[in-house]
C-alpha cells in the first residue's frame, strides 16, 4: 500500500514537471531514533524511579509469601489443624493480593509508558518536520521501506537535532 501511495507522489511530481533530479527524497528510521533518543532515556528513567515504590512493595510480598510457605512446608506436620487453616488462608489472601497488586501495577505502568511514547513520537515528529523543511525535503518516508541508501538516510540527522534539543 505504502509503495503504492509513494510511486503517485512520484508520478504527480512528473505530472507537473518536475525532473526527478529536482526531486528531493529522505528516509528516517523511526524505530532506530526511538530507542536512541536522549528523551527515550530520560523517560525510562523517569517510569522507573516513578514506578519504583511499588516494585519494592510487590517484592516485599513476594518474600513474605514466600516465607509463609517455607513455614507451612517446614512446620506444618506440628501444626494444629486450625493453624493450618489460618495459614492457608494467609496464603490465599495474600495470593490474591499479589495478583490484584501486579495486574493494577502492569495496567498503570503501561498506561504511562503509552504516555511518554506518545510524548516522544510528538517530539521525533516534530523534528523530522523541521530537518525536512531545513533541508529543503520533498519527501521523507519512513515505515515500509525495504531499502534506504546511506545517501538519503537522515536517520542521523534527526537523532541529532533531538541530542540537541535535550
Not at 92 to 102: D, K
Not at 141 to 155: H, K, N, P, Q, Y
Request: proline content about 2%; aromatic content about 4%; charged content about 40%.
Amino acid at each position: 500500500m505504502r509503495k503504492k501511495i509513494i510511486l503517485a507522489v512520484l508520478l504527480g511530481f512528473s505530472a507537473l514537471g518536475v525532473n526527478a533530479e529536482d526531486i528531493k527524497i529522505g528516509f528516517v528510521n523511526v524505530p532506530r531514533i526511538l530507542d536512541s533518543a536522549p528523551q527515550a532515556a530520560k523517560a525510562k528513567k523517569e517510569l522507573e524511579k516513578e514506578f519504583a515504590p511499588r516494585d519494592k512493595k510487590l517484592v516485599a510480598m513476594q518474600k513474605k509469601k514466600t516465607k509463609l510457605e517455607e513455614r507451612k512446608k517446614k512446620e506444618g506436620d506440628v501444626m494444629s489443624q486450625s493453624e493450618q487453616q489460618k495459614l492457608e488462608r494467609d496464603l490465599i489472601s495474600l495470593n490474591r493480593e499479589i495478583r490484584r497488586a501486579q495486574e493494577e501495577f502492569r495496567e498503570d505502568f503501561n498506561i504511562r509508558r503509552n504516555e511518554e511514547l506518545g510524548k516522544l513520537q510528538k517530539v521525533v515528529f516534530e523534528a523530522i518536520q523541521s530537518l525536512a523543511k531545513e533541508k529543503n525535503f520533498d519527501l521523507l518516508v519512513t515505515d515500509g521501506v525495504v531499502f534506504a541508501s546511506e545517501r538519503i538516510d537522515v536517520t542521523a540527522d534527526i537523532e541529532s537535532k533531538l541530542k540537541a534539543a535535550n
